[in-house]
């Protein structure tokens, strides 16, 4: 679709600016690159990020280096560990998920209260948005009975209720994606533990647990553990079951 972009990049309305995004240049067909100007972006340092917590958001100094510190560059779940309490428990709780693996029924475990608290956030979106949707809808075409009558309401209507489901699902597999990430920061801080690598731990308040693994463990296993948290997350883009993935990346944790 690249080749239908070129007349609306040569000839822009007014106050219109496009972006394009791609994982590299050269991604992107050459005949558009070359009308192009080329913006590379970063991940921002913990620094910068703190830096906007206290600035913007008025959080302590402790509490913002934390934050950005667990966030790894991304902003806005920064923000939302430095200003939610419940959020930062849930993060609590998923680092402890490693020094708990012992027994099947401990895996099947974590891998459950995983997939319930990734479920009910879904629900809560559902619940925020979805009413106020069909409200809105309602008045679109005619509010009460009389929309109901309306021709082409029941397909609006059947559409709107296909997307909120995905939606619903969305968030339910961003919320374990979120819990992947986690665990890949802490077996991340257990590798550099265990190769006395000289970088900042991202969960330096989790050292005794870390320093536990590390010295319980080898280098390759815990590669080893990364590798099945990268598996998981490439079985969940291939829409495999979130409860059984969960379930068969604990059990590899475990081993």
């Known amino acids: 679709a690249g080749d239908a972009l070129l007349k609306s990049l040569e000839e822009p309305?007014?106050?219109?600016?496009?972006?394009?995004c791609a994982p590299t240049a050269e991604d992107?067909?050459?005949t558009v690159r070359s009308r192009c100007r080329t913006l590379v972006?970063?991940?921002p340092p913990p620094a910068d990020i703190a830096a906007v917590l206290?600035?913007?958001?008025?959080?302590?100094?402790?509490m913002a280096a934390y934050a950005a510190r667990a966030s790894q560059g991304h902003i806005g779940r920064a923000r939302l560990l430095a200003l939610d309490e419940a959020t930062r428990n849930r993060?609590?709780?998923?680092?402890?998920?490693?020094?708990?693996?012992?027994?099947?029924?401990?895996c099947l475990t974590a891998a459950a209260n995983v997939h319930d608290v990734a479920s009910e956030e879904g629900a809560a979106a559902a619940a925020r948005l979805d009413s106020r949707e069909l409200a809105d809808l309602e008045q679109a075409w005619g509010a009460g009975d009389r929309a109901s009558r309306t021709r082409g309401f029941a397909?609006?209507?059947s559409?709107?209720?296909?997307?909120?489901?995905k939606r619903q699902k969305r968030v339910m597999r961003d919320s374990i994606d979120?819990?992947?990430i986690d665990l890949l920061s802490f077996y991340r801080d257990v590798l550099v533990r265990q190769t006395g690598a000289h970088v900042e731990l991202v969960n330096a308040e989790h050292v005794s647990a870390i320093e536990q693994l590390a010295r319980s463990g080898t280098p390759e296993q815990t590669l080893a553990h990364i590798e099945g948290v990268l598996a998981c997350r490439e079985a969940l883009t291939a829409n495999a079951a979130p409860l059984l993935a969960l379930e068969a990346l604990m059990l590899r944790l475990a081993s």
């Open 13 to 20: 309305s007014p106050r219109t600016v496009w972006v394009l």
């Open 28 to 30: 992107v067909l050459i």
């Open 41 to 43: 972006l970063r991940t």
């Open 54 to 62: 206290e600035r913007r958001d008025r959080v302590s100094p402790a």
């Open 91 to 106: 993060r609590r709780e998923v680092l402890s998920i490693p020094t708990v693996l012992r027994d099947l029924g401990g």
């Open 155 to 157: 397909g609006a209507l």
């Open 159 to 165: 559409g709107l209720r296909e997307d909120q489901r």
């Open 178 to 180: 979120g819990v992947l």
